[in-house]
Structure formats: structure tokens, C-alpha cells
């Protein structure tokens, strides 16, 4: 019996030309235990329980031999927000948009068993610089990255918050792929102009989806809590309160979070930038 009880990788690698389960070598990920066995020419094994791997940076994944499937869990990063402006009225800049979060299982016959695949992580969104001179508006945040596992499946990055044209303050950048099954439905949030989509009970009870954006951003002026999406956890940004004028906005903090907005100021006083929001995440189950 061979068991990962650590938190780093182990390649299984017969010596010389041998093979075990028929390829080279492959990667007993952390938790997995398996039982190798050998006939006197070539190794074999049976997995008894599967590994988790999980990146938080861009990395390479191998498909081992003997797994049925696959649970991935793919997070993408949240978007900036946007920063404060300076004008005549305060205006706070808007948060940004959380990253998709996409569940979806693996099956064996979209694997090649023993090759790599490279598994991308999305990177943050920046927030948006604030206002430098009076009667001008900060810069927007940038949208996060998307996170993929190679070509099989993939997650959208939050979009970045705007710097803000208005009292409301810019739209909140919430985007992301929508559901590939039904029931589903869109929601505008009160000063929004992008969409978000968020899974809904069937008649049973049981929720159908494979995959949902993450929650739009506040817009400026927005004092309430950053929204959570509904299943995924990652937060949208809110934009820069009124308690909080000319202050940068909070990076986000857990997988995918966006960045809130930075708060604005009145002509002759400093804005704030936006905040970052955070990078994503992938997770890869082993299911015996």
C-alpha cells in the first residue's frame, strides 16, 4: 500500500522502461492511497482512495489510471473596483463583480489517462486609480482572469467595477457564463446594468446547475455588505460608502472575491483607489 499522507506531489515511477497500469509513471496527489502490485514483468495498481489536488497558481494536473471521475471545482478571479472621483458632488466608485464559479465532474472518457493537462488559474482584477485632479473620474477596474482546466471546462473572471459618472455610481461588473440547464433566472440589482444569474429550485426540491456567475457589484454611494453568491461562496465588491470618503476600497479576501469601489471626494480633496480583487482557485477530486 502506498498512501500521500503529505501536501506535495509523489510520482509514481517504475524503474527504468517498467510500467505501471500500462503508461510510465503518474502523480499520487495528497490523500490518495492505493494498493501496487506486481506480476514479475509490469506494475499494477487499485486505487483505494482518491487524491485532491488543489492550485492556487497556474499548474499542471496528470489524469491517473483507475478513476472514474473527476470532481473539479474551478473559482476565477474577482474583478477591481473602480476607483473615487473628484467633482463637484461626491462619487464613489462601484464594486467590482465576483469570479464564476464553475462545478462540473470530470468523466474518464474526456481524459487521455497518464497525459497532463495545464490548469490556469485566474488572476485578479487591479482596482481602478482614483481621481487625480478636480472634475475628473477615477479609472475603472479591471476585469479577473479565468480559470481553466485545460480545454475540458471554464470559469470567467468578475468584470471590473466603473469609476463613477454618477451619484449612484457605476455599474458593478457581475458576469459570467450562464446556466447550461434550467430552471434559471436573471436579476438586476437596483443602478446595474450588467447581469447576474443565480440557480433555482425545481419543483423537487433539487437545484439544477452545472454553473453560475458570480454576484454583481454594488454601485457607488452603496453602503450595504459586499453580496455572497448564492452557492459559490465569493463575494461582489460594494462601492465606497459614505462613511468612508476618499478611503480605498478593501481587496477581496477569499478565492474569486472582487475588489470594492474606492470612495470619492469633493473637488480639492484626495479619492480613493479601487480595491484588487482576489485571485481564483481549482480544485481536483479523485472519485473511485
Known amino acids: 500500500y502506498v498512501q500521500n499522507a503529505g501536501t506535495g506531489d509523489i510520482l509514481l515511477d ?13 502523480v499520487l496527489y495528497p490523500g490518495a492511497v492505493r494498493l501496487v502490485l506486481c506480476d514479475g514483468t ?15 497558481t497556474t499548474g499542471s494536473y496528470v489524469w491517473a489510471p483507475g478513476i472514474q471521475q473527476w470532481d473539479a471545482d474551478l473559482i476565477a478571479g474577482g474583478g477591481g473596483g473602480g476607483g473615487g472621483s473628484r467633482q463637484t458632488t461626491r462619487m464613489d466608485g462601484a464594486g467590482g463583480g465576483a469570479g464564476e464559479r464553475l462545478k462540473r465532474k ?11 493537462t495545464t490548469c490556469t488559474v485566474g488572476a485578479k482584477g487591479t482596482g481602478g486609480a482614483a481621481a487625480a485632479a478636480d472634475n475628473t473620474n477615477g479609472s475603472n477596474g479591471t476585469a479577473g482572469g479565468t480559470s481553466s482546466v ?13 469609476a463613477a ?9 457581475g458576469k459570467g457564463t ?8 436573471e436579476i438586476y440589482i437596483t443602478g446595474q446594468s450588467r447581469q447576474q444569474k443565480v440557480p433555482q429550485a425545481a419543483a423537487s426540491g433539487v437545484v439544477h446547475f452545472t454553473e453560475w456567475g458570480g454576484p454583481a457589484g454594488r454601485p457607488g454611494d452603496s453602503a450595504e ?39 470619492g471626494r ?20 479523485e472519485v473511485i
Open 150 to 162: 485545460g480545454s475540458i471546462c471554464s470559469a470567467l473572471g468578475g468584470g471590473g467595477g466603473d
Open 106 to 116: 470530470i468523466l474518464a472518457s474526456e481524459v487521455v489517462v497518464g497525459a497532463t
Open 14 to 26: 517504475p524503474s527504468s522502461t517498467e510500467t505501471i497500469d500500462g503508461i510510465a509513471s503518474f
Open 178 to 185: 450562464p446556466y447550461t440547464s434550467s430552471p434559471t433566472t
Open 42 to 56: 509490469a506494475l499494477y495498481s487499485i486505487p483505494i482512495v482518491g487524491g485532491t489536488k488543489t492550485f492556487t
Open 266 to 285: 469633493v473637488n480639492g480633496a484626495a479619492a480613493g483607489k479601487g480595491g484588487d480583487g482576489a485571485d481564483g482557485k481549482i480544485t481536483i477530486v
Open 225 to 263: 455588505g459586499a453580496v455572497t453568491a448564492a452557492l459559490g461562496g465569493q463575494k461582489g465588491g460594494f462601492g465606497g460608502a459614505l462613511v468612508s470618503a476618499g478611503n480605498a476600497g478593501a481587496n477581496g479576501t477569499g478565492a474569486g472575491d472582487a475588489g470594492n469601489g474606492g470612495g
Open 165 to 173: 459618472p454618477s451619484m449612484q455610481g457605476g455599474a458593478g461588473g
